[in-house]
């Protein structure tokens, strides 16, 4: 049993037991965060597509870490007349650990 979740502007194929990165949500380490905008959900026999999103179903996961990714280096250059600029980021993240997928 798969379902397709969309968080933070993206969409992820997640299954029971999947560990994801996604973009920062506003939970701690160990606290249960739950996905309410479920796309798809396949069981195998039986396929629910949400026209957006399926009514009731939810996706369930637990907060394993928050964290912040490897640094971009940004570098900005114009020729002939001394313009030079570096510039870095770290983008945040929250590691889920899927826990349960139900539909409704």
Known sequence: MFAIIQTGGKQYRVKT??????EKLE???GDTVSFSEV???DSGEKTSLGMPTIAGATVTGKVLKNGRGRKVHILK???KARYRVRKGHRQPYTEVEIKEISAK
Not at 17 to 22: A, E, F, N, P, R
Request: proline fraction near 0%.
């Open 17 to 22: 037991g999947d560990v994801l990165k996604v």
């Open 27 to 29: 939970a701690k380490d």
């Open 39 to 41: 796309l798809l959900i």
């Open 77 to 79: 250059y114009k020729a």
